[in-house]
């Protein structure tokens, strides 16, 4: 099975990075803003979680450039000539921005109203919610997500998050 290996790395500074090692040994790399949570840890975990092969991450290990999986998992479109099938793309879109969302507000959203927003989500991209995602399996994968949150955002400048894709392996 194909393994990617996956550095969160804090910088210190006004932008953190992603580096991103395939099994062949390409590599890509990308910024984000330091702010907030880290959007593409929150994917890694979905999708490791969920068994979202052709998420994110997925479409990052089989070649895919970040910049246009990323446009396309905003876009909502379920088809793409460059990337095939989307659906998994778009589930863990739907589940990663109400987790992301659900942590932003203030009090936080309960667990079912972040899996109804991503329900919502995923029926204005013509697709289903990831299977036997559930309001007690939701509230699991949240769980996880803001743990590994809080162990990217304990990290000092120059530390990494290291992570494999899948984990499961």
């Given at each position: 099975m ?13 932008h ?9 040994g390409s590599?890509?790399?990308?910024r984000w ?14 999708e490791?979680?969920l ?5 994110f991450?997925?479409?990052v290990?089989?070649g ?16 793409s ?10 589930q863990a879109?739907a ?11 203030d ?6 109203e972040c899996l109804?927003?991503?329900a919502?989500w ?9 299977a ?11 769980a996880t997500a803001e743990d590994w ?9 120059r530390e990494?998050?290291?992570v494999?894709f899948?984990?499961?392996?």
């Amino acid at each position: 099975m194909r393994v990617l290996e996956i550095a969160f790395v804090c910088t210190g500074e006004s932008h953190d990075r992603i580096q991103a090692r395939r099994e062949d040994g390409s590599e890509a790399a990308w910024r984000w803003g330091a702010g907030g949570p880290p959007h593409d840890l929150v994917h890694w975990v979905v999708e490791d979680e969920l068994g979202l092969a052709r998420g994110f991450w997925g479409l990052v290990d089989a070649g895919a450039d970040f910049g246009f999986v990323n446009a396309s998992g905003h876009s909502g479109e379920r088809e793409s000539a460059e990337l095939g099938d989307a659906t998994e793309l778009m589930q863990a879109e739907a589940v990663v921005n109400s987790i992301q969302q659900g942590m932003a507000m203030d009090p936080p959203w309960s667990d079912l109203e972040c899996l109804r927003w991503s329900a919502t989500w995923c029926e204005q991209a013509r697709t289903e919610l990831p299977a036997g995602l559930d309001v007690c399996r939701y509230g699991e994968l949240r769980a996880t997500a803001e743990d590994w949150v809080a162990r990217y955002r304990a990290l000092s400048p120059r530390e990494a998050l290291h992570v494999t894709f899948p984990s499961h392996v």
